[in-house]
């Protein structure tokens, strides 16, 4: 059974920035993709970034692009996504999750891509 835990978030003014972290013990990231999604109120959960097995495909939801970051350390088994420029739309509960391929879903962004999904981490941002 994999088990992710997302932590990190919090309540940050716009234009700031966070990091938040998946750690998925025992779980070997260089064979498996890694997706961020993220649900704000009365909306649909949505892909904001996947991370591929060999980390040669990183995909971004447009809105992100150039301010968001995906990374990953393999020897402590733990993905990240650096946030910048943070705005107001951005708030939302922060999920990872896998399919357990190695590849990014096609589509990646869909939730009903995923199998296994953490607890979620919310992020507010607000001034």
């Known amino acids: 059974q994999v088990q992710l835990v997302e932590s990190g978030g919090e309540l940050v003014q716009p234009g700031g920035s966070l990091r938040l972290s998946c750690a998925v013990p025992?779980?070997?990231?260089?064979?498996?993709?890694i997706g961020w999604l993220r649900q704000a109120p009365g909306k649909e959960r949505e892909g904001v970034s996947c991370?591929?097995?060999?980390?040669?495909?990183?995909y971004y939801l447009d809105s992100v692009k150039g301010r968001f970051t995906m990374s990953r350390d393999i020897a402590k088994n733990t993905v990240y996504l650096q946030m910048n420029r943070l705005q107001p739309e951005d708030t939302a509960v922060y999920y990872c999750?896998?399919?357990?391929?190695?590849?990014?879903?096609?589509?990646?962004?869909?939730?009903?891509?995923?199998?296994?999904w953490g607890q979620g981490t919310q992020v507010t941002v607000s001034s």
């Open positions: 999750a896998t399919d357990l391929a190695s590849s990014c879903p096609a589509p990646w962004r869909p939730h009903y891509q995923y199998d296994y």
């Open positions: 025992g779980f070997a990231l260089d064979y498996y993709a």
């Open positions: 991370f591929s097995s060999s980390g040669d495909s990183t």
